[in-house]
């Protein structure tokens, strides 16, 4: 029980940390943008590795939107993890 108890101390502080960190900030985009792109990290080689990966990568495009090109100049998220793969 004790070492249960630890791991949920451990928890519980990470999370009232990332809870007071958001409430301090004025602006979460830059936290929000390093969690996506780290739990993206770790799924899209696990996706391109399953059967379902290019279907999955097929639903992403539908999914993002288009950007007009005089906004950006860069492939699709999707199109940009086949090129770099």
């Known amino acids: 029980?004790?070492?249960?108890?630890?791991?949920?101390?451990?928890?519980?502080?990470?999370?009232?940390?990332?809870?007071?960190?958001?409430?301090?900030?004025?602006?979460?985009?830059?936290?929000?943008?390093?969690m996506l792109l780290t739990e993206i990290s770790r799924q899209i080689p696990v996706l391109l590795e399953s059967e379902m990966g290019p279907a999955m990568l097929t639903y992403l495009e539908s999914i993002f939107p288009e950007m007009p090109s005089d906004v950006v100049d860069y492939p699709s998220f999707p199109a940009q993890v086949l090129v770099d793969e």
């Not at 791991?7 to 409430?23: A, F, P």
């Open 1 to 34: 029980m004790l070492e249960y108890d630890d791991v949920l101390n451990m928890q519980r502080k990470r999370i009232y940390g990332q809870r007071d960190r958001i409430m301090l900030k004025f602006d979460i985009l830059d936290d929000v943008d390093d």
